[in-house]
């Protein structure tokens, strides 16, 4: 099974994405290469003399389309990155999935109070990663916070609010401080009974990082990996030029903006059609996990930074947070090296804010 997301709730296992705009496949999309594909499709393109040579694959993977680009010396050299990077996509997936039984995060969460497991270097990393902004943002991102996704889920499909009683008995088991991780020996303790650990809100970024340096290793002189909308770039395209990935409206159909990015990550969540419907009210998808309760402000937000698992996790982070309260954070002395733009508003009247360093990647 796929990889999900951490603090929300995807409906569909084979979606695995994070829950965008309008229901689209992604909010962010390769503006200029991403094409319809089937579960595997490759494509290359021959190079004059002196030249880089261009090959791109799409397949499904973690429950999403993967596209991955390479450019290299030669066809081989491109293909062999490109490998690469699916190679260590699906290593990802196998150690982190918690979808899986005996995958690493299958069996931490199978734990007893008290109880530890070593893990591989992959998952210690990603996992400490994840502890660092959840702390850094008072909690606003969460590994543990599955058992209430799955509660509002259920709501979701009894048509009934959570008792108090429910939303009690879970947060008892919801918070970040219950897994203790040791980076020295790579151990992972699990401090109270009924803790479930949850990466998928940082783990597909955190996949394309390692994506992009194992192409780097099997020789691209640059290229591009975009798995379900989440993207991370490295070196320029064939022409010289910074990729170009364009954001659609969340609100109508075609484009909002374009970004140009080169050696960045770029990551999306939003809310928009992605909610529960509970007695004509509807309750978003995305979990607050320092309330227990749907966010009342989930807008669009993108989020740049230099690496994916940075992006990817701090898109959860602003949409969690009111913009109000994601611009306080920002403007602390340790703030996130990260530029954001929320959309919020309606179909009517959209409201764009962005930090001030977004407007760098924003096409002429």
């Given amino acids: 099974m796929p990889l999900t997301g951490d ?36 494509t290359s393109q021959p190079a004059p ?39 260590r996509l699906a290593d990802v997936n196998r150690l982190m999935s918690d979808y899986v039984a005996d995958s690493e995060i299958g069996r931490i969460n199978q734990l007893p109070a008290g109880g530890s497991l070593v893990v591989s270097p992959e998952t210690c990393t990603c996992l400490a990663q994840a502890l660092s902004v959840a702390e850094r943002s008072g ?33 008892r088991r919801v918070g970040w401080q219950q897994v203790r991780l040791d980076p020295e020996t790579r151990t992972v303790t699990i ?4 803790v479930q650990v949850d990466l998928g809100g940082i783990a597909k970024g955190f996949a394309l ?15 591009l ?9 490295f070196g320029p395209r064939a022409d010289g030029t910074q990729w170009r990935i364009g954001v659609r409206h ?40 320092r309330t227990g309760w749907p966010v ?6 993108t989020v740049v930074a230099a690496a994916g698992a940075t992006a990817d996790a701090w898109a959860t982070v602003f949409s969690v947070l009111t913009v109000a309260e994601g611009q306080a954070l920002l403007a602390e002395p340790d703030a996130p090296p990260v530029e954001v733009m929320w959309i919020t508003g309606d179909r009517s009247a959209p409201v764009i804010d962005q930090t001030s360093g977004f407007g760098r990647h924003i096409a002429p």
């Fill in 296 to 301: 009342r402000e989930a807008p669009s937000v």
């Fill in 49 to 87: 003399a002196g030249e880089l040579h261009r090959v791109k694959y799409s397949r499904e993977v973690m429950g999403t389309l993967a596209a991955v680009t390479a450019l290299a010396a030669d066809e081989a050299t491109a293909r062999a990155a490109v490998e690469a990077a699916y190679a």
């Fill in 191 to 194: 401090a109270a009974a009924g």
């Fill in 250 to 289: 969340p609100f109508r159909d075609g484009l909002l903006t374009e970004l140009l990015l080169t050696d960045a990550a770029v990551a999306t969540s939003g809310l928009q059609q992605r909610f529960h419907e509970i007695d004509g009210q509807r309750y978003s998808h995305i979990v607050d996990p």
């Fill in 7 to 42: 603090q929300r709730d995807f409906g569909t296992r084979a979606a695995a994405r994070r829950g965008l705009s309008l229901g689209l496949a992604a909010l962010l999309l390769l503006a200029a290469t991403l094409s319809g594909c089937d579960r595997s499709v490759s």
């Fill in 139 to 171: 909690g606003a991102f969460d590994v543990t916070c599955r058992p209430l996704v799955s509660l509002w889920k259920q709501a979701g499909r009894q048509q009934r609010l959570p008792t108090d009683a429910e939303l009690a008995e879970v947060r």
């Fill in 225 to 233: 990996v975009d798995v379900g909308g989440d993207i991370v770039t």
């Fill in 209 to 223: 990082d390692l994506a992009a340096a194992a192409m780097r290793s099997a020789g691209a002189a640059s290229g």
